[in-house]
């Protein structure tokens, strides 16, 4: 992201490594006309510095990881740049990494000359669900109870919608921090609560539970309950757990929203003139499972399974749908508006197609665009998120336009491929112009343009 006359860069690192020793995911801003480094700001603290205190044994001494690997946003007026930041080593295990861990899985303002911190906040401490920070903040301006408030917004995975004074780092309503479950895992440090907005409620399913399998038939029903007797089900920020090598041993736990579900990496679209936040989801039951660490080439405990979708009955989804949904959440007073299925999903599946259900929800990762009376949402092309079950191989492929008030269809149109990017439009010569890029495993890249008459 260029930020005045400054360059500033995130890092792709590997999220789970076979070594508990791993650099740090630094963040650096170049000169925009020299290319000398202007300044560093990295995500682990380092003796003495504010936060160190949260890894403890000494942990930051050897941790790394904790990157912005998606994008920022800026403020130009405040000269700040907003860092979603990710996980720290270990993923899925953090026995290595005792305590709270700042400032992995935070919103980081820092200031865009200087790179010095102004305010963060945590998203999820010591995280083990590979619930990294994966879309770039949403800045707006908000009215509260009568307030102006410059604000920013981070979705998560989990399904949140953190938001806070962009200018202070005060939150605009209450987060409050609640129990969560323990670990049963050897050697493993968690956290005994996590943060929880009070606005917006989640945009979407929290927890897996018996009364959240699908339920479309008794004979369906039974064989979800049968399929997920051996995994360990409960409430979000249940922890990852050790698969067992006997078919009477637990699989994992049953983790939703699943790492690749909650928001996605398009985002959402906000409309400034409403106030009005309009977001993407996918609903997947993800198995979150942990083996011992090969002591011939690595040094880690325990480290990440199979890290897989279970397949529910006749190759359906595990739980009840919707499985890819639209939320409308009104920002100025953080109350959801309408929730509407994002796609037919598996719906013609040959084991429920005699039901006429309604639309389902394609669970891939779909992308956004806001005009003035129109939110257009593709499906995304499920290879994006490993082809949870339901997607199909030729799913994905729709791109819609709903009306922004009631969340209604009013136009839709099928490409050969998903979309793999998000869509911008713009006028040339009178003529108004949508352009999106497709393209998946099973079919090359290539720009789509589509013109009004």
Not at 34 to 53: F, K, Q
Not at 339 to 356: E, F, T, W, Y
Not at 429 to 447: A, D, F, K, N, T
Request: charged share 20%; proline share 10%.
């Amino acid at each position: 992201m260029v930020v005045k006359d400054v360059v500033i860069l995130g890092s792709a690192m590997a999220d789970h490594p076979f070594t508990m020793e791993q650099h740090p995911g630094d963040v650096r801003a170049y000169d925009v006309r020299t290319g000398a480094l202007r300044w560093t700001w990295s995500p682990i603290p380092r003796a003495g510095e504010p936060g160190v205190e949260t890894w403890l044994d000494d942990s930051w001494e050897y941790s790394g990881m904790s990157n912005v690997w998606t994008m920022f946003s800026a403020d130009l007026e405040l000269g700040y740049v907003y860092l979603p930041t990710g996980a720290p080593t270990n993923d899925m295990y953090g026995g290595h990494r005792p305590g709270n861990n700042l400032y992995a899985n935070s919103l980081v303002c820092v200031d865009a000359e200087t790179g010095e911190r102004v305010w963060h906040f945590q998203m999820v401490h010591h995280d083990l669900w590979d619930y990294d920070n994966n879309v770039a903040p949403i800045l707006m301006d908000v009215t509260v109870d009568g307030r102006e408030i410059k604000a920013v917004v981070q979705l998560t995975k989990q399904a949140m919608a953190y938001t806070f004074d962009r200018v202070t780092g005060e939150p605009v309503w209450p987060i409050v921090e609640r129990e969560v479950p323990g670990s049963n895992t050897p050697g493993e440090w968690i956290s005994p609560t996590q943060p929880f907005p009070t606005r917006p409620l989640p945009f979407d399913r929290h927890g897996i539970g018996i009364d959240d399998l699908i339920d479309f038939t008794p004979e369906l029903r039974a064989e979800a309950i049968e399929i997920v007797e051996p995994y360990i089900l409960g409430e979000i920020f249940t922890p990852p757990s050790i698969r067992g090598e006997d078919a009477t041993d637990t699989k994992g736990t049953l983790q939703l929203p699943g790492s690749v579900g909650g928001a996605e990496w398009g985002g959402a679209g906000f409309d400034p003139e409403t106030g009005m936040l309009y977001v993407p989801s996918v609903t997947g039951a993800f198995a979150a499972d942990l083996t011992p660490g090969n002591p011939d080439r690595m040094n880690v405990r325990y480290t990440r399974g199979t890290r897989a979708f279970p397949n529910g009955p006749e190759g359906l989804p595990l739980t009840k749908p919707p499985y890819g949904r639209i939320t409308a959440i009104d920002m100025n007073t953080g109350e959801h508006v309408w929730m509407v299925p994002n796609g037919d999903g598996p719906r013609n599946h040959p084991a429920i197609a005699h039901l006429d259900l309604p639309p389902l929800g394609q669970p891939g990762r779909s992308m956004t665009l806001l005009t003035k009376t129109l939110l257009f949402v593709s499906e995304g092309d499920p290879v994006m998120v490993r082809t949870p079950p339901g997607a199909g191989p030729d799913a994905g492929r729709k791109f819609r336009a709903f009306d922004k008030e009631s969340g209604d269809v009013v136009w839709e149109t099928e490409f050969p491929a998903g979309t793999n990017g998000s869509p911008i439009t713009y006028m040339h010569e009178g003529r108004q112009y949508i352009v999106l890029p497709i393209g998946s495993l099973r079919h090359p890249g290539e720009w789509v343009a589509l013109a009004l008459p």
